[in-house]
């Protein structure tokens, strides 16, 4: 996993749900100058066909309820469309079950996220059908917390 060496840190752990028990993973948002360094590293994600997994920051403070209900929806402090939310992120990809990624992105400051969470959808998404892309359900949550 990438390490920040920003004062300005914040991480998810990420579980599965429990139909989706083996998902494991974590997720790291570094403070850069230019925006957030997100890196992700999950495994365990089940087979869906296309590969791709819808990824997003969530408004809800907690990983509870039922399939994660909790986690509301997607992080949206300005009231955009989809898929221009500050919480949208890029999908997912597998690669036998595991995943990582690293991107960059200017939506949002760690300190907004703190607090947040973020979930691993079913399918990918589609980008366009509102509210959230058609991402399908909840299977793996993590909550935002400063390192």
């Known amino acids: ?12 752990i990420v579980k599965g749900s429990e139909e989706f028990p083996d998902i494991r993973g974590e997720v ?17 994600l089940p087979r869906n066909g296309s590969g791709f997994y819808g990824f997003h920051i969530h408004e809800g403070e907690n990983c509870g309820g039922d399939t994660f209900s909790n986690t ?14 500050s919480g949208d992120l890029p999908p997912l990809l597998s690669c036998s079950g595991n995943a990582y990624m690293q991107v960059i992105s200017d939506r949002f400051r760690v300190r907004d996220i703190i607090g947040r969470t ?18 399908g359900e909840k299977i793996a949550c993590g909550e935002i917390w400063e390192v």
Do not use: E
């Open 28 to 44: 790291l948002f570094c403070q850069k100058k230019n925006g957030v360094l997100i890196t992700a590293n999950v495994s365990g």
């Open 118 to 135: 973020v979930i691993i959808h079913k399918n990918t998404d589609d980008f366009r059908t509102q509210p959230s892309g058609d991402a």
């Open 1 to 12: 996993m990438t390490q920040c060496n920003q004062k300005s840190v914040a991480k998810a």
């Open 72 to 85: 509301l929806g997607h992080y949206n402090p300005k009231g955009r469309p989809h898929p221009t939310h």
